[in-house]
């Protein structure tokens, strides 16, 4: 599998990552087959968080890890904070607190990159700093990124750290591309030319932030997959064509689509499924045309000027 530098950091890490989330809705057993198959097939970054599941997918893949005797060494494993019952919070405190629950349910000593799940808007840059050194001088975390921010909110805490943020954590599927609509529908009065993100997409590029994708095979959290879904026709269509046409599955076009951007974005794929995996794999070596990757996107009912 391919793999890049995450960041501005020396970690080598795979194209492909295992999101964690719904690995509480699995047994042991299945979460060991998940998390082999991965590794089988290059896969050596692991993002969770610690209310997925609420805390029950990072104490399994601890368990996993552990019974399928793989070495710490040889995986990347990020986890996010920051998120609470009915509000957000990046106090210094929190964080500090939020890590230790993580490495316990875990089962290991260090995270590779502790991500700040959604934005407090009671962010307090100054702490959010101190806890970040603390972290990073007691060894329990290596590097730290962000998750769902705009480019501004970056350059904020930015500010403060003394080591550059690595990852932007943000949605994107075929069906959901906002930061790709604002960058083709500038200065058009249309709804997916307002620059809701600050540019977010151009600004990570700019500054070397690796963009990881999340639910790359969803309409929407709340409203499941956009595969065989009536409102999706057209692009389920172009799918399928495309992946007949090229010998793999639709699931592969689906994540080859994200591949192909040049801002080498990091996919994290939330199957459960280890067949869905090994299909989705193979999108590492299918480079979509400049004229595939605008048919497909436009398939999904999104708009040209
Ligand atoms: P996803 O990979 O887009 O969705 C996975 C789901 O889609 C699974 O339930 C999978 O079922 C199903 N699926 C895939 N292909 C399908 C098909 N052809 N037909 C029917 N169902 C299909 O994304 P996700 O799991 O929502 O998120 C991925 C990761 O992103 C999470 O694990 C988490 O690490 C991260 N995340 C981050 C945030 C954030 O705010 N930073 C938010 C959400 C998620 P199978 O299991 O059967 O394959």
């Known amino acids: 599998m391919e793999k890049i530098k995450l960041g501005q950091s020396d970690l080598e890490v795979s194209r492909l990552a295992l999101g964690c989330m719904r690995l509480a809705g699995v047994d042991l057993e299945k979460a060991k087959e ?9 896969i050596n970054f692991f993002d969770h968080a610690d ?14 890890i552990k019974e399928l005797g793989v070495k710490r060494e040889d995986i990347i494993i990020q986890s996010k904070c920051g998120i609470r019952r009915g509000f957000f919070d990046f106090s210094k405190d929190y964080i500090l607190e939020s890590v230790d629950g993580i490495l316990e349910r875990l089962q290991t000593d260090y995270l590779d990159v502790l991500v700040l799940h959604r934005p407090d808007a009671l962010l307090e840059p ?3 700093a101190e806890a970040f050194n603390v972290l990073k001088a007691s060894g329990k975390v290596r590097h730290f990124g962000l998750s769902n921010v705009n480019s501004y909110q970056i350059e904020l805490l930015q500010s403060y750290l003394e080591e550059p943020l690595l990852v ?11 930061m790709i609509d604002a960058g083709l529908q500038v200065n058009m009065l ?3 030319g307002v620059n809701r993100d600050g540019s977010v997409l151009d600004y990570c590029r700019l500054k070397k932030i690796t ?9 929407a959290l709340d409203k499941g997959t956009f595969f065989g879904h009536p409102d999706y026709a057209e692009l389920n269509a172009e799918l399928e064509a495309l992946a007949t046409e090229k010998g793999v599955a639709p699931e592969t076009i689906a994540i080859a689509w994200i591949l192909r951007h040049p801002a080498k974005m990091q996919a994290i794929i939330g199957s459960m ?12 070596d299918v480079i979509l045309t400049r004229q595939e990757w605008y048919k497909l996107y436009l398939s999904a009912g999104n708009i040209l000027p």
């Open 34 to 42: 998940v998390i082999k198959t991965s590794l089988d097939l290059g």
């Open 51 to 64: 209310i997925y599941g609420g805390g029950q997918s990072e104490v399994l893949f601890g368990q996993a």
């Open 126 to 128: 100054e702490e959010v």
């Open 168 to 178: 932007n954590q943000l949605q994107l599927s075929i069906a959901h591309t906002p």
């Open 190 to 192: 249309t709804d997916g």
């Open 211 to 219: 963009i990881q994708t999340w639910s790359p095979f969803l309409i």
């Open 273 to 284: 499924t280890p067949e869905r995996l090994e299909n989705v794999a193979k999108a590492c």
